[in-house]
């Protein structure tokens, strides 16, 4: 079993909808949780930290994370044409590590 | 601004060759990592380093090396490259400071081993 599991994909939804990307975990002593955005021959970029239980919403994007299920989710409200990304989660084993574990990544494709 | 560069951007090498790749980062971030990526396969680590002097393995680190001599350069060296090692390198650097710990790449290098 990986240490972090991200859906397959591909993922695609038309333009306006919800996208919604998931990740799970099988570390229970895991921390902190992230959500990369990686464009087609780009490097990855920050777009989500979440490390308490819940929601945290930042523009469109909410992410969502469940300790107890050990999965962390991604919601892409109003999804643009720009969203077309490939989408990694990474999980920290600690806040003593520093060193995060990604997943292998969700491309996402939002046609107009 | 605050950066982190890779050079070169494209390598083509030979097999057996040594090959290094710079990494170089303005942040003043104690931490730095090596990872490769490979389709199917996300993102990969291979050594990481805390500060200075200090070097790790990471998951995949056999056939590489790094070394740390001052807080700003992370240089990865290919002893011997090998077919199996043509992927794209990225660097990365984070200013751990409890629970956040962002990390912040570099626009990757692209390495073929032929």
């Known amino acids: 079993q990986k240490e972090v599991e991200q859906n397959s994909g591909p993922l695609s939804v038309p333009e306006g909808a919800i996208a919604s990307l998931n990740c799970t975990y099988s570390?229970?002593?895991?921390?902190?949780f992230f959500w990369y955005r990686q464009y087609s021959g780009k490097s990855p970029e920050l777009i989500m930290f979440?490390?308490?239980?819940g929601d945290k919403e930042d523009g469109r994007f909410t992410a969502q994370l469940n300790k107890a299920s050990q999965y962390v989710s991604l919601l892409i409200r109003d999804s643009q044409p720009s969203d077309s990304a490939t989408y990694l989660c990474?999980?920290?084993?600690?806040?003593?590590?520093?060193?995060?574990?990604f997943g292998d990544g969700t491309t996402l494709t939002v046609k107009p | 601004d605050a950066e982190i560069t890779q050079s070169p951007r494209h390598k083509i090498t030979e097999t057996g060759r040594q090959v290094t790749l710079a990494c170089h980062q303005t942040w003043n971030h104690n931490n730095m990592f090596w990872y490769r990526q490979d389709l199917g396969h996300g993102l990969r680590l291979i050594h990481y380093?805390?500060?200075?002097?200090?070097?790790n393995k990471g998951e995949v680190s056999d056939g590489y090396s790094v070394s740390r001599s001052n807080t700003e350069d992370l240089p990865l060296t290919l002893e011997s490259a090998a077919s199996s090692q043509t992927s794209v390198y990225f660097c990365?650097?984070?200013?751990?400071?409890?629970?956040?710990?962002?990390?912040?790449f570099g626009p990757g290098t692209r390495l073929t081993v032929l």
């Open positions: 380093s805390y500060g200075v002097q200090d070097t």
């Open positions: 979440i490390y308490s239980n």
């Open positions: 990474a999980v920290d084993l600690n806040t003593n590590a520093g060193k995060s574990t």
């Open positions: 570390d229970r002593g895991s921390q902190s």
């Open positions: 990365a650097s984070s200013d751990w400071t409890g629970a956040n710990n962002e990390q912040f």
